[in-house]
């Protein structure tokens, strides 16, 4: 497809520029709404605790000393202390190097001048992700050269689940999607223009995007794949450019690089998870889920009804329907990669492709032959839901044209958009109402439990934790404040370490609960403290082994 072809999808119908703003400003307002309603994981709980110069250890040692606690004593690690400085910051990020730090410096910033709650945190990431519905507009225009195109994508990016789930979320990945989107239309804009000060704006978006997240380093090396092969191999201006801006960005990370390299611990033992061996099957089926969730999201999605402590799944990724409902989408993502590579030069086609396809195989690669779940999380594939919203905006622009023959056709992709739209708005409208999501790690059962601990009397919880998962990704810290962060403050929470047992049940609380008993403390309650422990359902796929239980003399 040559420039003159492209002009002609150079503006979008005047009837659809109403509908583009109402979704643009809908778009908006998911984005704002209810920021402090979901349940603030252990990600999150990381975040703050990092942010604030405080350490695993330091909590362990505090909260776990045999005493009662409430949830203010917990929150003291999520918050500011005149105690904790700069330095204490720094030296904490630096101990932690599965994410690079421009983040969480940031924030600290922001929590300084905003407060330090469950909304002004989040905000902090929703105004950054308002930055990327500009941001895939100017990437459109240097892409496809045309309004029509950016003006569909801007719309898809606003209206997205999965954009909106982690416009929310008090991790990096918004500021990830920012600087993946700038960085690649400030790449196509130094290529066009072929002046210093273009590839100088191209360096400083690469320093941007690795000091936000190691996962920037694979989208630097598709650009890299793009502007060697579009050059043909041959060391031109370009290339030499190119490799000067890339050089810079390098230079400026190393003091990171080196940081990792020798900073205790090794990533491994922060990331272990991911290298958990899943059957292809699941591997397959989580890559039409992430997928289709940039587009559709119910999966896993809410309890019902809501605020029961009663929570069942209305779609769950255990049934086949789930399936037969993105099949559509997957089939649309396909054929917009397959439209976009028949109808525009390689220049935009290849582009398409490395951004999905290098991040896609760093991922995929390594699950299929030593075996992990690099690629079943949805955020960690950022760069090719990018990519595929691309193509898509593309494809639905080209349809939707005036300038495309067939009316009947011509109707029928403006209904597809429709619908696309209409699909993102009826996730968003429930996602708004929920207090879990699949983005937050499974967490559904914290808010009924929190609810019923909260409406006893007098309440103690007795919250069992093993002692092999004290600290690190998933450990003490972001296993025990998710959940009791939600305890009024006259709950005592008293926290037993396996295979531990309390010298005594403190007798001035009259409803006992007991969070995830092990086997010694079932024991010790029993037969040495003549209790009987009932379960408390709050997860009915949970029944054989639920997560509450309440003391009975």
Same mark, same amino acid.
């Given at each position: 497809?040559?420039?003159?072809?492209?002009?002609?999808?150079?503006?979008?119908?005047?009837?659809?520029?109403?509908?583009?703003?109402?979704?643009?400003?809908?778009?908006?307002?998911?984005?704002?709404?209810?920021?402090?309603?979901?349940?603030?994981?252990?990600?999150?709980? *990381?975040?703050?605790?990092?942010?604030?110069?405080?350490?695993?250890?330091? #909590?362990?040692?505090?909260?776990?000393?045999?005493?009662?606690?409430?949830?203010?004593?917990?929150?003291?690690?999520?918050?500011?202390?005149?105690?904790? !400085?700069?330095?204490?910051?720094?030296?904490?990020?630096?101990?932690?190097?599965? *994410?690079?730090?421009?983040?969480?410096?940031?924030?600290?910033?922001?929590?300084?001048?905003?407060?330090?709650?469950?909304?002004?945190?989040?905000?902090?990431?929703?105004?950054?992700?308002?930055?990327?519905?500009?941001?895939?507009?100017?990437?459109?225009?240097?892409?496809?050269?045309?309004?029509?195109?950016?003006?569909?994508?801007?719309?898809?990016?606003?209206?997205?689940?999965? /954009?909106?789930?982690?416009?929310?979320?008090?991790?990096?990945?918004?500021?990830?999607?920012?600087?993946?989107?700038?960085?690649?239309?400030?790449?196509?804009?130094?290529?066009?223009?072929?002046?210093?000060?273009?590839?100088?704006?191209?360096?400083?978006?690469?320093?941007?995007?690795?000091?936000? *997240?190691?996962?920037?380093?694979?989208?630097?090396?598709? /650009?890299?794949?793009?502007?060697?092969?579009?050059?043909?191999?041959?060391?031109?201006?370009? +290339?030499?450019?190119?490799?000067?801006?890339?050089?810079?960005?390098?230079?400026?990370?190393?003091?990171?690089?080196?940081?990792?390299?020798?900073?205790?611990?090794?990533?491994?033992?922060?990331?272990?998870?991911?290298?958990?061996?899943?059957?292809?099957?699941?591997? +397959?089926?989580?890559?039409?889920?992430?997928?289709?969730?940039?587009?559709?999201?119910?999966?896993? @999605?809410?309890?019902?009804?809501?605020?029961?402590?009663?929570?069942?799944?209305?779609?769950?990724?255990?049934?086949? $329907?789930?399936?037969?409902?993105?099949?559509?989408?997957?089939?649309?993502? @396909?054929?917009?990669?397959?439209?976009?590579?028949?109808?525009?030069?390689?220049?935009?086609?290849?582009?398409?492709?490395? =951004?999905?396809?290098?991040?896609?195989?760093?991922?995929?690669?390594?699950?299929?032959?030593?075996?992990?779940?690099?690629?079943?999380?949805?955020?960690?594939?950022?760069?090719?839901?990018?990519?595929?919203?691309?193509?898509?905006?593309?494809?639905?622009?080209?349809?939707?044209?005036?300038? #495309?023959?067939?009316?009947?056709?011509?109707?029928?992709?403006?209904?597809?958009? +429709?619908? =696309?739209?209409?699909?993102?708005? $009826?996730? !968003?409208?429930?996602?708004?109402?929920?207090?879990?999501?699949?983005?937050? @790690?499974?967490?559904? /059962?914290?808010?009924?439990?929190?609810?019923?601990?909260?409406?006893?009397?007098?309440?103690?919880?007795?919250?069992?934790?093993?002692?092999?998962?004290?600290?690190?990704?998933?450990?003490?810290?972001?296993?025990?404040?998710?959940?009791?962060?939600?305890?009024?403050?006259?709950?005592?929470?008293?926290?037993?370490?396996?295979?531990?047992?309390?010298?005594?049940?403190?007798?001035? #609380?009259?409803?006992?609960?007991?969070?995830?008993?092990?086997?010694?403390?079932?024991?010790?309650?029993?037969?040495?403290?003549?209790?009987?422990?009932?379960?408390?359902?709050?997860?009915?796929?949970?029944?054989?082994?639920?997560?509450?239980?309440?003391?009975?003399?």
């Amino acid at each position: 497809m040559n420039r003159e072809k492209q002009q002609k999808l150079a503006s979008p119908p005047e009837r659809w520029k109403l509908l583009l703003i109402a979704v643009l400003v809908l778009g908006l307002f998911f984005r704002f709404v209810h920021l402090d309603q979901k349940v603030y994981w252990l990600d999150e709980t *990381h975040s703050s605790l990092r942010i604030f110069g405080y350490t695993e250890p330091e #909590f362990i040692q505090d909260i776990f000393s045999g005493d009662v606690v409430n949830s203010d004593d917990l929150l003291k690690y999520q918050r500011p202390s005149p105690t904790k !400085n700069w330095g204490d910051t720094i030296r904490v990020l630096a101990g932690n190097t599965e *994410h690079s730090p421009l983040y969480y410096l940031a924030l600290r910033v922001w929590a300084i001048g905003f407060g330090s709650s469950v909304a002004a945190l989040r905000s902090f990431s929703v105004l950054i992700s308002v930055f990327a519905l500009p941001g895939i507009y100017w990437l459109c225009r240097e892409l496809f050269e045309s309004p029509f195109v950016a003006w569909v994508a801007v719309a898809l990016m606003a209206i997205s689940p999965f /954009h909106i789930l982690y416009a929310q979320e008090v991790r990096p990945y918004s500021l990830l999607t920012v600087a993946i989107l700038l960085s690649s239309a400030a790449l196509l804009r130094a290529i066009r223009l072929t002046k210093k000060i273009s590839w100088g704006i191209y360096a400083v978006t690469l320093i941007l995007g690795f000091y936000t *997240h190691w996962f920037f380093t694979v989208v630097a090396a598709s /650009h890299g794949l793009y502007v060697v092969v579009t050059q043909k191999f041959r060391l031109n201006k370009t +290339v030499i450019a190119y490799s000067l801006a890339s050089l810079a960005g390098i230079i400026a990370f190393s003091p990171w690089i080196i940081n990792t390299i020798t900073a205790p611990p090794p990533l491994e033992e922060q990331m272990g998870w991911v290298f958990q061996k899943l059957p292809l099957l699941t591997l +397959v089926k989580s890559w039409g889920l992430s997928v289709s969730r940039v587009f559709f999201d119910l999966d896993r @999605g809410w309890c019902l009804p809501l605020n029961s402590p009663d929570c069942s799944y209305l779609l769950s990724d255990d049934e086949s $329907l789930i399936y037969w409902l993105i099949l559509p989408l997957i089939v649309l993502g @396909g054929y917009s990669i397959y439209f976009i590579c028949q109808k525009t030069p390689a220049r935009v086609w290849f582009f398409i492709l490395s =951004l999905i396809g290098v991040m896609a195989a760093a991922l995929i690669i390594p699950d299929l032959i030593k075996g992990g779940q690099r690629s079943t999380v949805t955020r960690y594939v950022i760069p090719c839901l990018l990519g595929f919203q691309l193509a898509v905006a593309y494809l639905l622009a080209s349809k939707m044209s005036t300038n #495309f023959r067939s009316v009947r056709q011509q109707k029928i992709w403006q209904a597809i958009f +429709v619908i =696309l739209i209409s699909l993102g708005i $009826l996730s !968003n409208l429930i996602i708004t109402q929920a207090h879990g999501w699949w983005s937050k @790690g499974g967490n559904y /059962h914290v808010h009924p439990i929190a609810t019923i601990v909260n409406q006893a009397e007098q309440p103690l919880v007795l919250y069992s934790v093993p002692s092999n998962v004290l600290w690190g990704k998933g450990g003490a810290v972001g296993r025990v404040v998710p959940l009791t962060r939600q305890f009024e403050p006259d709950v005592g929470i008293l926290f037993v370490v396996q295979p531990t047992v309390p010298s005594k049940i403190p007798a001035q #609380f009259q409803d006992v609960f007991v969070y995830r008993p092990h086997d010694e403390l079932k024991s010790w309650l029993e037969q040495n403290q003549n209790y009987t422990l009932e379960p408390v359902v709050v997860d009915p796929r949970r029944r054989e082994n639920p997560r509450l239980w309440k003391l009975v003399k």
